[in-house]
């Protein structure tokens, strides 16, 4: 197997590319602005906006398997420039999915919950049926560019095509990274008693090593499909960030919780998109930590942070 990994130079990719080098793939870790490497990898730039080079590079590497986490993330970013937003997670896709497909890789696209609205009374969203209840309706331009790229591998799957489309909860896990996850920066604020956390925003957190091991499987056994990839448990920011000072033996009075209504924000967020994942357990044997296991084994590399 020789897989290429756009996104390495964020957090999930970052991951992704040791852990699929531990696993004893060839592994090409792909970068587009802040340049990373590997002890076991291989690294190269790509900027998934220009076609040409998505080509070149899967074309080069020989991939047989890509799996594409590279996006522009940031939400409220999403909101002030849209078209930038398209231009990397729809285009971008396009471009790379268009290469795999001359190059018979498989091909998984990491998507979101935030595809969803949030609307659904006690969230756990399941994978939807077409024209069905729980049909994504995002309420923001980063989920509305996700679930754009989605459709491209949708109608690429619907005409055979081998690929899959792994929907990510929010992702917690160790420091290390490049790109710091939020769990640092919610850790310093509860550290110093500030910031605040929404009590009425409601998701279901996955722990980094898990989505990395559900996506060697889906890769590996050339899946296609759509799943959702979240941790086991619902739980309000709030309610997470409490489980976070436990596991850092700080104290839960520190944690300030608001509601969404009280704080100005650019993109709105839904208040629900917890995942119902049991598809997705049952198909590849993946049980995902609860947060209070995963948020030990993040800390116990995140002492000092
Ligand atoms: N983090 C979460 O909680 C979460 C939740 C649900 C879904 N997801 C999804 O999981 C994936 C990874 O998220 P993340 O939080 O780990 O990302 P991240 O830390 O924000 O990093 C984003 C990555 O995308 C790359 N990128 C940006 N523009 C690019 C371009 N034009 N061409 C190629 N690569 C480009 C960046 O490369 P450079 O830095 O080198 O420019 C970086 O490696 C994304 O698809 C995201 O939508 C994340």
Redo the contacts with the bound molecule.
């Keep these: 197997m020789r897989l290429l990994v ?9 991951h992704l590319v040791r852990y699929l080098a531990a696993c004893g793939h060839q592994v090409l870790g ?7 490497r590997f002890p076991d990898a291989e690294s190269a ?5 220009d076609a040409d080079a998505c080509r070149a590079l899967v074309n080069q590497w020989r991939a047989t398997h890509i799996i ?7 939400t409220d970013e999403c909101e002030r420039d849209p078209n930038a937003a398209q ?3 729809v285009d ?1 896709t396009r471009h790379l999915l268009e290469a795999a497909e001359r190059a018979d890789s498989h091909f998984t ?6 595809v969803f609205d949030g609307r659904r009374p006690g969230g756990m969203y399941p994978v939807e049926e077409q024209g069905g209840p729980d049909e994504p309706r995002p309420v923001m331009e ?1 989920g509305r560019t ?1 679930l754009a790229a989605e459709r491209i591998v949708r109608d690429y799957m619907a005409r055979g095509g081998a690929a899959a489309v792994v ?6 896990g160790p420091p290390g ?3 710091p ?2 769990l640092e920066w919610l850790l310093r604020n509860i550290r110093e008693a500030r910031g605040a956390v929404f009590t009425d925003e409601y998701r279901s ?2 722990f980094v090593g898990d989505l990395c091991r559900l996506l060697e499987r889906v890769a590996t056994r050339r899946a296609t499909g759509l799943w959702h990839a979240s941790g086991p448990e619902r739980l309000s920011r709030y309610e997470f960030a409490l489980l976070a000072a436990d596991a850092a033996g700080l104290p839960r009075e520190r944690v300030i919780g608001r509601r969404q209504a009280d704080v100005a924000l650019d993109a709105p967020r839904p208040a629900d998109v917890s995942l119902d994942i049991s598809a997705t357990c049952a198909a590849f044997d993946w049980h995902p930590l609860p947060c209070r296991d995963g948020l030990r084994v993040a800390l116990s590399e995140l002492s000092g942070a």
């Design positions: 756009t996104g390495a130079s964020g957090y999930l990719g970052w792909c970068w587009a602005s802040r340049e990373v730039r790509l900027d998934v906006r594409h986490a590279g996006a522009m993330t940031k231009a990397v997670n971008g696209l990491v998507s979101t919950d935030l980063y996700k929907r990510s909860a929010l992702i917690y990274a490049p790109r996850c939020f957190p996955v």
